[in-house]
């Protein structure tokens, strides 16, 4: 008899173990999803994919809040990439398919990339879900309650604020949930720290904006509300703190261990702060092992100075230059009354691809 063996194969079973590691963000899964489905009943939670228990049960109680958590999923992956539209690493392996959420080295090695998408996942949500609140899209939230400042002079406050106090409590217990059943101590309090860092900078884009009242504009008496600055404005500045990123080590710091900066651990890591635990590739040659695509093909700018410049993105491997032919639309006439003709002109500008 042929002796059958019921192991997996080696890679199968290690690709499954690694998919367990990557679990903190596999609900971005959740993006894939057709624009247009109704969560709207409690049994059709179960059949959400790659969400941790905690995260069904949060479905069932939250059924309302569930579109919104859709499209925050959307919002992370589409901001994560145009903020990194100019940086080798440009956040494509956040393109996770629903039937393999395999193992994103990039995304869960600890690395500084991890920590952005962290971070920028735990702002990303919040901000959904305080916004849907304020435009009334939930029946169980509603405006934020008045800010409890006195207003500046000839400001009165009004409006409807964006609520921090709905968002911050459900779209922190969303994210958070597959964090707390990780085993691997210092990757969760990296990924912990670093979604804190993502409410932090989220309470500091809630900003007052206000609207004029007065006799023909005079702008007498404003009305004022906090709102939250545009999820663009929080991922750069997130991008910031990514580019300033502290390296640390999970050592004993007192009776526990700790995450302490590596280089300078005489001080505690500041909430302000992104923190990671593995240092990245350079992003320039593909290494599957890694999580690297490399930058080869990726489209580089001559005339900058910045991470898109050919010298950087290409990595000094030269690029290659091709034309691409633009149509645009050009003398533009206005006729009376009331319209715009335009003519078709054609351009043809010069691009570069790194070799
Ligand atoms: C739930 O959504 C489905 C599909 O959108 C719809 O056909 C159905 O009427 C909805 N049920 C309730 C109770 O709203
Ligand atoms: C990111 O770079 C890779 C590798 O060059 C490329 O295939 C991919 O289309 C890029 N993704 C985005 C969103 O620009
Ligand atoms: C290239 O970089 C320059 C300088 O930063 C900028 O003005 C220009 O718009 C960029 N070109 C493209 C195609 O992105």
């Known amino acids: 008899m042929r002796s059958s063996s019921h192991a997996l194969p080696l890679g199968v079973l290690t690709a499954l173990l690694l998919s367990q590691l990557c679990s903190g963000i596999k609900w971005l899964t959740l993006s894939n999803s057709p624009v247009a489905l109704h969560i709207n009943h409690t049994q059709h939670c179960k059949l959400l994919p790659n969400l941790v228990p905690a995260q069904t049960q949060l479905c069932r109680t939250h059924l309302e809040a569930m579109k919104t958590i859709f499209q925050a999923a959307r919002e992370v992956k589409k901001t994560c990439q145009k903020t990194f539209a ?56 509603g405006c934020a309650p008045t800010p409890s400042e006195t207003p500046a002079p000839d400001h009165r406050w009004g409006g409807c ?44 884009a809630l900003v007052v904006k206000c609207k004029c009242h007065g006799v023909s504009g005079s702008c007498s008496i404003r009305t004022c509300w906090k709102g939250l600055q545009d999820l663009r404005e929080i991922a750069m500045d997130l991008k910031s703190r990514y580019l300033s990123a502290t390296k640390v080590v999970h050592r004993p710091m007192g009776p526990r261990k700790q995450l302490v900066p590596k280089d300078i651990d005489i001080r ?7 923190v990671y635990l593995h240092s990245s590739p350079d992003f320039c040659s593909k290494n599957d092992k890694l999580g690297s695509v490399g930058t080869q093909d990726r489209q580089c700018n001559k005339t900058s100075v910045g991470s898109d410049s050919c010298d950087l993105m290409c990595c000094g491997r030269g690029y290659n230059p091709y034309t691409e032919k633009l149509v645009e639309r050009c003398h533009c006439k206005y006729h009376w009354c009331c319209y715009v003709t335009c003519k078709k002109c054609e351009r043809t500008v010069e691009r570069y691809v790194c070799k």
């Open 268 to 274: 505690p890591v500041r909430d302000t702060e992104l």
């Open 161 to 204: 604020g964006d609520n921090l106090l709905y968002g911050v409590p459900l779209g922190s217990k969303f994210v958070d949930s597959p964090m707390k059943l990780k085993r691997s101590h210092g990757n969760k309090l990296m990924h912990l720290h670093n979604s804190e860092v993502g409410r932090q900078a989220l309470r500091k």
């Open 86 to 141: 100019d940086m080798r690493w440009n956040c494509s392996s956040i393109e996770i398919p629903v039937d393999n959420p395999k193992y994103r080295p990039d995304l869960d090695r600890g690395t500084r990339e991890a920590a952005f998408v962290y971070a920028l996942s735990t702002a990303t949500i919040i901000h959904a879900l305080a916004r849907a609140c304020s435009s009334g899209d939930l029946q169980k939230c």
